[in-house]
């Protein structure tokens, strides 16, 4: 399983959010090109780099720093946040971004997505979706997580047939930042009824035993955030399970 130590910008720093609130915000440091160095140097494949502030106004706004970001150091980087065209797919993937990530428009313009897939190939996109419980159905949230998308889960991926989607991350936003462990029951639920997609795992990944257990219950990668900021583990320890 891919670890992803996770950089989340907001105003050029290293954030976290708390249960996906843009009021809720813990700072960690101003320096994420040293932080993605570390990433790398600890044995990172992949660091994750959200957007925050593009994820909040719905249009890119920090793309040009990730993009210095992806120039600076040689690790694969997934990135997203306030991508809304295909003019900043294609931007963040000049850039040298390895893989997009799209948020909202994978739930309100699945057609589009679709054709950005099938011309950029599988392997240039992740689909993330942000999930709020409602009534305890897996509901995707919109817009920087403020929005409820009114469709569950199921029917948002149903519009990616077998073949046409790999990557797709699923983020439990009740736990996000809460250091209260992972939702396995929902990435079991995703894993038994899409058997053919690389599950990403994000929200509330607090120790190594919640790694394990997102790798025994079939995900292919786990997004980590504040619990390698907080000292719980290092990314050595993560990639090494």
């Keep these: 399983m891919l670890i992803y130590p996770a950089i989340d910008l907001k105003h050029g720093a290293c954030v976290r959010l708390l249960h996906g609130r843009f ?3 813990t700072r960690y440091d101003d320096a994420p090109a040293r932080r993605l160095a570390q990433f790398a140097a600890e044995g990172a494949e992949w660091v994750h780099i959200v957007d925050l502030d593009g994820a909040e106004a719905g249009r890119a706004i920090q793309h040009a720093l990730i993009g210095e970001l992806a120039a600076s150091v040689d690790v694969n ?13 294609d931007a963040l993937l000049a850039a040298g971004v390895s893989r997009v990530v799209v948020g909202s428009l994978a739930v309100t313009a699945a057609d589009q997505v679709g054709q ?9 996109l992740t689909l993330a979706f942000d999930i709020k419980l409602e009534d305890g159905v897996p509901v995707p949230a919109l817009k920087g997580w403020s929005q409820s ?16 989607l790999t990557h797709v991350l699923i983020t439990d ?12 029951d929902l990435l079991a639920e995703a894993r038994r009824r899409r ?3 690389k ?12 790694l394990t257990a997102c790798r025994d219950f079939g995900c292919d990668g786990a997004i980590v955030g504040r619990a390698i900021y907080e000292g719980r583990f290092t990314v050595t320890e993560a990639v090494s399970l």
């Design 23 to 25: 009021d809720a915000v």
């Design 77 to 89: 980087i997934q990135s997203g946040g306030g991508v809304r065209s295909r003019t900043d797919v």
């Design 116 to 124: 950005w897939l099938a011309e950029l190939g599988p392997e240039a």
């Design 149 to 164: 998308s009114g469709v569950d889960l199921w029917t948002a991926l149903d519009r990616y047939p077998p073949g046409t």
């Design 173 to 184: 936003v009740g736990r996000d930042g809460a250091l209260t462990g992972p939702n396995l």
């Design 195 to 197: 058997p053919d997609l």
């Design 199 to 210: 599950i990403q795992a994000s929200g509330g990944v607090s120790s190594l035993d919640d």
